[in-house]
């Protein structure tokens, strides 16, 4: 009997101690933006064409990334 509520007692904290580091990872989590391309340069063009090109916005962190503005240099 006391083997059976020592078993519940160790089962009982092994629970207790993985919720606290499962909880306690989410206050770390951070967005972390990374840009492997921060500018790009585009060839001559006849004026009035419409050039194009995409930047990659890569989140490096362990929270959700979001982009409130984007501006044009």
């Known amino acids: ?3 059976c509520s020592r078993l519940v007692a160790i089962v009982a904290l092994l629970i ?3 919720s606290a580091v ?3 990872a989410e206050k770390d ?3 972390s933006v990374f840009f492997p391309e921060s500018q790009y340069e585009f ?3 006849l004026d009035g064409t ?3 090109h995409d930047f990659v916005i890569q ?3 362990n929270a959700t990334l979001t982009v ?3 501006k044009t240099g």
């Open 1 to 3: 009997m006391k083997y």
């Open 16 to 18: 207790a101690f993985s």
């Open 22 to 24: 499962c909880f306690g």
């Open 29 to 31: 989590a951070t967005a």
């Open 43 to 45: 060839s001559p063009v």
């Open 50 to 52: 419409q050039v194009v």
């Open 59 to 61: 989140n490096k962190g």
């Open 68 to 70: 409130d503005r984007v």
